[in-house]
């Protein structure tokens, strides 16, 4: 058990439609990622937040946005949802956002939009 | 534009011997490198990491090596055992610059061991 929860753990919905992951890190980290894995293809990184702010970003679509509140725990928020946003969702955690920190990943969130 | 790259989908190793996992990457800049380890149904796992200003680290049976004239990595894991059949994820730090955690991950390299 890594300390990252994600939930939900399967989430099916139709095209068009909104949806919100959610991730709470382990305890005392204050960075969270969030990575996208689509079918045969790597990790790819999304978002990092780091005690509530913006961090780095990746490629990450205009209709995607997340946020990381007071409380540390973070929300991926996905609309406008199409069947290429099928993929599982991971969120990760690490102490801070330094270089060589190591991240903690959740058991991830399996999105299938039909 | 990948900048991590495990060009091996699939590997599959007998019991006993040993298992060479292949990255290469891109960009010269990266001075810090991890192995992740993925069950199905899990996230990925810590594994082993490396950083640029050595070029070998090892921890029981597993051994990162770091060829930076290549700009190439490699883990060796002996003896394999079945439990270890997963994916292997190869990994590099963003730059000490972007002052960020993210890791760029290669595609993943599935591990078959078989009994």
């Known amino acids: 058990d890594s300390g990252v929860t994600q939930t939900p753990k399967h989430l099916i919905t139709a095209t068009g439609q909104r949806v919100t992951l959610r991730c709470s890190p382990r305890?005392?980290?204050?960075?969270v990622y969030w990575y996208q894995q689509s079918l045969d293809q790597g990790l790819q990184f999304l978002i990092q937040y780091y005690n509530g702010e913006e961090r780095a970003k990746g490629n990450i679509l205009e209709r995607f946005s997340a946020q990381q509140f007071p409380d540390l725990h973070s929300e991926l928020n996905l609309s406008s949802l199409e069947l290429g946003d099928s993929a599982l969702y991971f969120c990760?955690?690490?102490?801070?956002?330094?270089?060589?920190?190591?991240?903690?990943f959740g058991s991830g969130t399996q999105l299938s939009v039909l | 534009d990948q900048q991590v790259k495990q060009n091996s989908p699939s590997l599959s190793v007998q019991e006993g011997r040993i298992s060479i996992l292949n990255c290469d990457y891109t960009n010269s800049m990266f001075d810090y490198f991890l192995w992740y380890k993925k069950y199905p149904a899990e996230g990925p796992t810590f594994l082993i990491s490396?950083?640029?200003?050595?070029d070998k680290n090892e921890d029981g049976r597993f051994t990162v090596f770091l060829n930076k004239s290549a700009k190439h990595l490699s883990l060796h894991i002996v003896p394999s055992q079945p439990g270890d059949s997963a994916v292997y994820f190869c990994a590099a730090s963003a730059p000490r610059a972007s002052n960020t955690g993210k890791l760029i991950f290669g595609q993943g390299t599935t591990l078959q061991v078989k009994p």
């Open positions: 305890s005392g980290d204050l960075s």
């Open positions: 990760a955690s690490s102490t801070r956002a330094g270089p060589t920190e190591k991240l903690f």
């Open positions: 490396i950083s640029s200003i050595k």
